[in-house]
């Protein structure tokens, strides 16, 4: 048993969309969180820029004490997750891109169309194409950057004709010529608009790391008898800017749930 809190971050508020589903999976895990709201996006900056923001707070969540790292971000798993992993080698540090290639590995076969979208980052890297074929040759994958939805995110432009423009600028092209039937949502920023893509191409498979996530988290704490039981720590909610929408999602997030927050200003 392991009672510390596992230390999340993202460069913004995206990696809050995987703490619903640890919550419901491993309800009896604490969480210190940072959204790098100062800096965000990560997704269009020099991979070099998103290793140097990335080593800052994982350093700044270990002096948390926390068990395990999570970079409940895409562009951070896409780029840094060995970096950190050599910087920190006495914890382990889990990013969400593998968890999401196994399962579209599990689920899809090569009749399957797949797409990808991600920031830029993200995509350019490939870091899902050799995921996934790490765990399945021969399947069909397409990817596809879309700048623009982690700004308008960020901003809480959500549900209305911005978000469906953005959607279909970027989507409607990529996903008919390509016949997708699998949708990747290659960044914790895009749950939030999953509805949205949902109702606009209704029928697609959609993957979400953000959820596939978890069971990585909760493999590795099992294995090394570090799940957290009765633990008193309080979750806390960290950003190196107080956007108001950070502070409106949590609270969205974690409406009726019996999460409590606290946020303090963090100077990087
Ligand atoms: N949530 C981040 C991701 O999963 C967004 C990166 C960004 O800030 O561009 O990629």
Not at 116 to 139: C, F, N
Not at 148 to 155: A, D, G, Q, Y
Not at 194 to 200: S, T
């Amino acid at each position: 048993m392991d009672n510390r809190p596992i230390g999340f971050f993202d460069s913004g508020l995206g990696g809050l969309t995987t703490i619903p589903y640890l919550a419901e999976q491993l309800p009896e895990e604490k969480v210190v969180y940072f959204g790098d709201t100062a800096r965000t996006p990560y997704g269009s900056k020099a991979v070099s820029t998103i290793r140097q923001f990335s080593m800052e707070i994982a350093d700044f969540l270990r002096t948390h004490d926390v068990k395990m790292i999570v970079t409940a971000c895409n562009t951070v798993s896409a780029t840094c997750l060995d970096l950190l992993r050599e910087k920190y080698p006495d914890i382990p540090i889990i990013g969400v891109i593998e968890p999401a290639a196994e399962a579209v590995a599990r689920i899809c076969s090569e009749s399957n169309n797949i797409g990808i979208i991600g920031t830029k980052a993200t995509i350019s890297g490939g870091a899902y194409d050799a995921a996934i074929g790490r765990h399945k040759e021969g399947l069909s994958i397409y990817s596809e950057a879309c700048p623009i939805f982690v700004p308008l995110i960020e901003e809480g432009i959500l549900g209305n004709e911005i978000t469906t423009l953005a959607i279909k600028y970027y989507l409607d092209r990529f996903i008919y010529s390509n016949h997708i039937d699998t949708l990747v949502l290659g960044c914790t920023h895009y749950p939030l608009i999953r509805e949205e893509i949902d109702r606009l191409y209704p029928g697609l498979t959609i993957v979400d790391p953000s959820r596939e996530v978890i069971g990585a988290i909760e493999s590795v704490l099992r294995e090394r008898d570090m799940l957290a039981k009765d633990s008193t720590f309080e979750n806390t909610f960290y950003a190196s800017d107080l956007s108001e929408n950070f502070i409106n999602m949590i609270n969205t997030i974690f409406e009726e749930s019996e999460f409590k927050v606290a946020f303090k200003n963090l100077e990087l």
